[in-house]
């Protein structure tokens, strides 16, 4: 069974275009995390998000929209891709903020 | 505000050396906790540990130790009798910010293991 599972596991498209992912984890678990790992591999924080509701906007261009319908669901859309978007995005849950989070397989994003 | 430094950006070992991966850390909260992810080549993300600032026992699980140290604000972790399996990214990590909910990964530390 998938802790947490995330969809597409690659995306190719061009500039200008618009595209979500989907996060969806069975663990239970309350928080939430959207994370972008760039070439480099540095990974930083995007979205953090409790029961549901947004805590943590981490100055992400608001061409990028978070949702959680559920707490057990947290997708991200993206408006008008551009190249710099091109990264690994992961997801990620907790059970609470002090604990271990486990992460998604991630979704390579390439924007041409 | 939070801050996590690994300095070492790649470590080349030969298998069964001993390979150190250092990791500092800055924050002004009095209680906190330390975390230690793997990512192999394969892409995931995988925690390994979590330290909480009260319990500064060295930890060990296996051929993986872990030394904890508020007097240098540091969080060290260990390889005994490296394996090609261990070659990965490895990131130390601190939640901060508002509430906790913004964690700060360091930069990663990449080891490669050679046979």
């Known amino acids: 069974d998938t802790a947490v599972s995330q969809t597409p596991k690659y995306l190719v498209t061009q500039m200008g275009n618009d595209k979500s992912i989907k996060c969806e984890q069975n663990?239970?678990?309350?928080?939430m995390y959207w994370y972008k790992q760039d070439s480099k591999k540095f990974l930083k924080i995007m979205f953090s998000?409790?029961?549901?509701?947004?805590?943590i906007n981490e100055t992400v261009p608001n061409r990028f929209s978070p949702k959680s319908p559920d707490k057990a669901h947290l997708n991200l859309h993206i408006n008008s891709l551009e190249l710099g978007d091109s990264a690994v995005y992961f997801c990620?849950?907790?059970?609470?903020?002090?604990?271990?989070?486990?992460f998604g397989p991630g979704t390579r994003l390439t924007v041409t | 505000a939070q801050k996590v430094t690994q300095a070492q950006t790649e470590i080349s070992v030969v298998e069964k050396e001993d390979v150190t991966l250092d990791c500092v850390y800055e924050?002004?909260?009095?209680?906190?906790?330390l975390f230690w992810y793997k990512q192999p080549p394969s892409g995931e993300l995988v925690f390994l540990i979590r330290r909480n600032s009260f319990d500064e026992q060295n930890e060990i699980s296996g051929r993986y130790s872990w030394n904890f140290q508020k007097s240098t604000s540091s969080f060290n972790f260990t390889i005994t009798a490296s394996q090609v399996v261990d070659s990965a990214v490895y990131f130390c990590?601190?939640?901060?910010?508002?509430?906790?909910?913004?964690?700060?990964f360091g930069a990663g530390t990449r080891l490669f293991v050679k046979a």
């Open positions: 663990l239970g678990h309350d928080t």
């Open positions: 924050t002004r909260d009095t209680t906190y906790y």
């Open positions: 990620a849950s907790s059970q609470e903020i002090t604990a271990e989070q486990y």
């Open positions: 990590a601190l939640p901060g910010g508002t509430g906790g909910f913004k964690t700060i």
């Open positions: 998000y409790n029961n549901k509701e947004l805590i």
